[in-house]
């Protein structure tokens, strides 16, 4: 079941034949992908913020709102001072669409079953934009402000993934 989560998110992160490789996304596609990715993400938390039951779940929840709300307001900033503007593209497109499934799927859970559902989701999707800012992103990057953005945001991405593998773990010993 893990599995298949993972190559789910990561079929729509990098989608096959999209204009996804990295010699093709340009700075416009990654920022629209960068702002829509903290969005979903936002989304998710504020629902677990509501929902959770245990309450590190809810605490990583706010964490999750308050840290991908800051790298979207720094995306938007540089954006803007670089007059670029966000180009929608498949796989923001992906993003926003499964973004939303996954939200309608963690609504109809209670309990213990939403804690699980929500951290297990965060885990995958915390590596598999890992995955695409390490293999596409920053290598496609052409402006110097818009790479240093995603390095810079990097080490919390992976602090996220560390921190949701330990809730993780521990939910998975209740």
């Known amino acids: 079941m893990k599995l298949a989560k993972v190559v789910l998110v990561v ?8 204009a996804f490789a990295a010699d093709t996304v340009n700075d416009a596609q990654i920022a629209s992908i960068v702002v829509t990715a ?16 245990a309450k590190d779940v809810k605490a990583f929840a706010q964490q999750m709102i308050t840290d991908h709300t800051g790298v979207n307001k720094s ?3 540089l954006v803007k001072k670089l007059k670029v503007k ?9 993003l926003k669409s499964d973004g939303d499934k996954n939200l309608s799927k963690l609504k109809g859970l209670k309990g213990a079953e939403f804690d699980n559902a929500y951290i297990d989701n965060e885990v995958v999707y915390h590596q598999a934009v890992l995955d695409a800012i390490d ?5 496609s990057a052409k402006n110097d402000e818009l790479k240093s953005l995603l390095v810079k945001v990097r080490p919390a991405l ?7 593998k330990q809730i993780q773990s521990s939910l998975g010993k209740k």
């Open 135 to 139: 293999k596409t992103l920053i290598p």
């Open 38 to 53: 903290n969005q979903v993400d936002i989304n998710a938390g504020k629902l677990a913020k509501s929902k959770a039951s």
């Open 158 to 164: 992976v602090a996220h993934l560390e921190h949701a």
């Open 75 to 77: 995306a938007t900033a």
């Open 11 to 18: 079929a729509i992160l990098i989608p096959a034949g999209s």
């Open 86 to 94: 966000p180009e929608d593209n498949p796989t923001s497109a992906s």
